[in-house]
């Protein structure tokens, strides 16, 4: 990058590891750490800014775009930027940016979680035994050795679940339109179209990004396809596997159970709520990068784009 970015101010505004706001102020940059802002106070706000900095919970929309004149940089500290409205922000000329690597670990290591739990129905049997019960027949589970994992969006996060649940005795299938065969036959998932993947799975995982192509992968189109009482399990972005169609698979018993970290509505209400409270559902609040680790990575790595954007270095995550 042949220019520097003027970075004099950068406001964050969700709940970020300290780390980030250090670093920024060690490079001689004004932070100001300012949570949980209504979109009144952020509005009020963002015009003091030149920079930036979110999780999920703040929604960068275009009023909030439009409103920071001063904004040259926004930056995600994690994977998704659906929160960001990219359009609104590139017309006004302002760099988007994230974090693609730094939860990936955390992320795959949740999703396996939720898989294996799915199997042995753990956070039912525990909440049982919290109520004094020991119901043995009722918690009867699968194996996981044997049975086939279809992995639909084969990138960071999708190759190393399959890494993971391959130890287990898994076969993995997947699909992604933009991975070829024999990349995908590298991490041992046999690569195949959708409407061959969905017969053949035991447990189906999504790890793409929510976009007019992932919205209802799974619906009432494509569940009718697939095994009966099929595992669905959701840390990707909510909306990927439709709700009402998932709610609808589990009351006929088309699906047999799915654990779901993310959701249409965060906090769920409505129909994401009503998954929510479903018996064969597992859910958890968008927990999968919520590791030491990977927010420790995350927070990091955007401080440092950020310098590195002030410093006129090339630039990482745009
Ligand atoms: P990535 O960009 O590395 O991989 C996404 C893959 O999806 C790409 O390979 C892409 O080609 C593929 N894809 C795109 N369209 C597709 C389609 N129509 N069908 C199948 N595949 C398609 O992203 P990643 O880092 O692996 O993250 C995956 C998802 O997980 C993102 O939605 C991200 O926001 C989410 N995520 C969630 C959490 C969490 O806390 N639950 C944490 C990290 C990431
Ligand atoms: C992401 O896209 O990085 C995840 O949703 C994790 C987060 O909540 O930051």
Known sequence: MAFSLDLKRVLISDSVDSCCKTILQTNGIVVDLKTKLTKEELLAEIPNYDGLIVRSATKVTADVIKAGNKLKIIGRAGTGVDNIDIPAASL????????????????AEHTCVLISTLARHIPQAAASMKEGKWDRKKYMGSELFGKTLAIVGLGRIGREVAHRMQSYGMTTIGYDPLVPADEAAKFNIEWMELDQLWPKADYITVHTPLIPQTRGLLSDKTFPLCKKGVYVVNCARGGIIDEASLLRSLESGQCGGAALDVYETEPPTGVSGQLVQHPNVIACPHLGASTVEAQTRVAKEIAEQFVDAAQGKSLFGV
């Open 92 to 107: 006004q000329g302002i760099i988007v940016m994230n974090t693609p690597g730094g939860n990936t670990l955390s992320a």
